[in-house]
């Protein structure tokens, strides 16, 4: 974390704080009351939230957050490469979160890894009379057609906890029949106020079905570790979990990019976890620390800055051997790093960037871009949490805006009167922003392009950014006439 104050010039407490007003003013008085809790300037000193979190979101307004369902589904069980994820439910759900977040997987589709749809599809007599009857079918279909998976998670969808229906007891006779895990996630998106409950569900059904359940078939070893909250978009996996081992240590489980349900279940025997996104696997890391002991830490791998600090925080948990093969490691790839901020520095110094993502990018990247001499003028989450907003503080410049659940208008407002060179955000308001020849980038997917992790991943963000931010289109906006 760093101490020194943080500055934009020409933002000031004031200034922020007379736009949100502004924006405020466009609510009815009941909307208005309740968004204002959300919207402030940071104090980056305090190092503690300066916005209200995880609250119900105002109807009507917009909101860009998703569900229960998609943290479950789209986020954690997911990504597990070697199991059939089960959208329980109508067809919607599964068929707008097929291949849409780029949590890459290895295996051949169908036979051994499974990014594919499976879906009950609810029909009116599912519910009408249940679909617990259609659900152990469903799961018996499953293990017959692909004998390789190595388990079936059962991720419900919104109908499936309204009507009744006992997936749990379905999936407790089908697991002894079928001799396979079945794991039954009660994460309908009526539940809680954002994706972010249906990370903590999920979270739950690995501590209730899945932790100690499997043991590594390599011995254990003094620097056994895993990697927590990593969901390899778009292949950030494959640099970290390489970077880590060139360091000396053994990532024995990737939770849950590219992810293996035996690996994930034997956890419980590493030394240390490793965690990428707090938001959504704090949960787990809290559970192994008290039921088994194992000590996690939080770390950041966006940009030379961020993975430089970790890896000195990591070492300093183990013996010389890991400092000196971290120091190496450093000295390696340093140069490199120094090379691309040499190459894209003087073409993105001093601009300015705004970002709303999920749970974690939002703080995470920031000193990424501050490595290429940009700065954030503007963040805020979907779904985070106070404690994400108490690590956000000391991340962002001071009185710059933060914004909790920022509604479309919210953002549009803060862009026209901020005037950021670059906004990195999700799909849904991409085109909005390009409209207005603001130049954007995707932080959920990369833009398709990726990773961003690591030492591999920074020269690829480097690259894309100033793609983005100097791409010659945005001079051709405005009709000559
Ligand atoms: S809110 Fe319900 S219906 Fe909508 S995506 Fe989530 S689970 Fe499906």
Redesign the pocket.
């Known amino acids: 974390m760093s101490t020194e104050i943080k500055t934009v010039e020409g933002i000031t407490k004031e200034s922020t704080q007379a736009m949100i007003d502004e924006v405020l003013e466009l609510y009815p008085e009941k909307g208005k009351k309740k968004r204002a809790a959300h919207l402030a300037p940071n104090d980056q000193a305090s190092g503690s939230a300066c916005v209200k979190s995880n609250k119900k979101t105002v109807p009507g307004v917009m909101s860009a957050r998703?569900?229960?369902?998609?943290g479950a589904k789209g986020v954690v069980w997911g990504p597990i490469r070697d199991m059939v994820h089960v959208s329980h439910?109508?067809v919607?759900?599964g068929w707008?979160?097929w291949g849409t977040r780029r949590n890459l997987m290895s295996g051949i589709t169908g036979v051994n890894s499974f990014p594919m749809q499976f879906t009950s599809d609810f029909q009116e007599k599912d519910v009408v009379y249940g679909g617990d009857k259609k659900l152990a079918t469903l799961l018996k279909e499953a293990k017959d057609l692909f004998p390789l998976a190595k388990g079936i998670s059962v991720l419900s969808?919104?109908p499936v906890g309204l009507i009744g229906d006992d997936i749990n007891q379905v999936a407790k006779v089908a697991a002894k029949e079928l001799d396979i895990p079945v794991i039954p996630c009660n994460?309908?998106?009526?539940r809680g106020v954002s994706q972010s409950l249906g990370h903590h569900i999920s979270n739950d059904t690995i501590r209730d079905y899945i932790i100690e359940t499997r043991e590594f078939p390599e011995p254990i070893g003094p620097y056994d570790i895993a990697l927590i909250g990593e969901y390899n978009i778009g292949g950030d996996a494959w640099s970290t979990k390489p970077l880590l081992e060139e360091c000396g240590f053994n990532v024995k489980a990737v939770w849950t990019g590219d992810g293996e349900m035996d690996r994930i279940a034997a956890t419980h025997q590493v030394k240390l976890n490793v965690i990428h996104c707090y938001r959504s696997m704090n949960y787990m890391c809290k559970v192994m620390e008290e039921k088994y002991g194992i000590p996690w830490i939080e770390l950041n791998f966006f940009g030379p800055t961020k993975i430089r600090e970790s890896l000195r925080k990591l070492a300093e948990l183990f013996d010389d051997s890991i400092k000196e093969k971290v120091e190496a490691v450093i000295a390696k790839y340093d140069p490199q790093m120094q090379a691309i901020i040499e190459e894209y520095k003087p073409r993105l110094d001093g601009k300015k960037v705004m970002l709303y993502v999920g749970g974690l990018r939002p703080r995470h990247t920031i000193n990424a871009y501050e490595d290429l001499g940009m700065t954030c003028v503007g963040s805020g989450y979907e779904f985070a949490h106070t404690d994400d907003y108490d690590r956000t503080a000391s991340e962002m410049p001071d009185a710059t805006v933060v914004y909790d659940d920022a509604s479309e208008i919210e953002m549009e407002h803060f862009a026209h009167i901020l005037k950021p060179d670059l906004i990195g955000s999700g799909i849904k308001e991409k085109y909005l922003f390009q409209k207005m020849a603001i130049p954007f980038r995707q932080m959920h997917s990369w833009d398709y392009s990726g990773p961003y992790h690591g030492y591999k991943g920074f020269p690829i963000f480097a690259r894309d950014i100033d793609m983005a931010v100097n791409s010659p289109t945005w001079k051709l906006v405005d009709a000559p006439f």
Do not use: R
């Not at 998703?66 to 998609?70: D, K, Q, T």
């Not at 994460?187 to 009526?190: L, N, R, S, T, Y």
């Open positions: 998703g569900c229960a369902y998609a439910g109508p919607g759900c707008y979160s969808e919104c994460c309908e998106g009526f």
